[in-house]
Nanobody, 123 residues
Framework: QVQLVESGGGLVQSGGPLRLSCAGS????????MAWYRQAPGKQRELVAR???????NYADSVKGRFTISRDNAKNTVYLQMNSLKPEDTAVYYC?????????????????WGQGTQVTVSS
């Protein structure tokens, strides 16, 4: 029922910007915390940025000052604005939705994952 569809990935030069979008299919996601994770080849999947249902954010140290997570609840969409990209940012980026300490209707899952979108930073 609930799907997360990611877009915006691609190839970008070092130092450039890129904006990722994660579009949700259901307004139930408004009560979910949303996050971006990434996984590079041979690496564990890691949390990049998180935004709670009330708009609080946190970031991995490696992206602080460069990346910004935001959400537009009216559009059921979460964004990750990435600036000053570095080759080490190259990874598959995944959108995640999860509920923290909330009661939800039984037809909904606690956690949803997007399909992932590839970000490749050259040079």
């Amino acid at each position: 029922q609930v799907q997360l569809v990611e877009s915006g990935g691609g190839l970008v030069q070092s130092g450039g910007p890129l904006r990722l979008s994660c579009a949700g299919s259901d307004s139930i996601l408004n009560i979910y915390d949303m996050a971006w994770y990434r996984q590079a080849p041979g690496k564990q999947r890691e949390l990049v940025a998180r935004i709670t249902s009330v708009g609080n954010t946190n970031y991995a140290d490696s992206v602080k000052g460069r990346f910004t997570i935001s959400r537009d609840n009216a559009k059921n969409t979460v964004y990750l604005q990435m600036n000053s990209l570095k080759p080490e940012d190259t990874a598959v980026y995944y959108c995640k939705a999860d509920v923290v300490a909330q009661v939800i209707p039984s037809q909904y899952e606690y956690t949803y994952w997007g399909q992932g979108t590839q970000v490749t930073v050259s040079s």
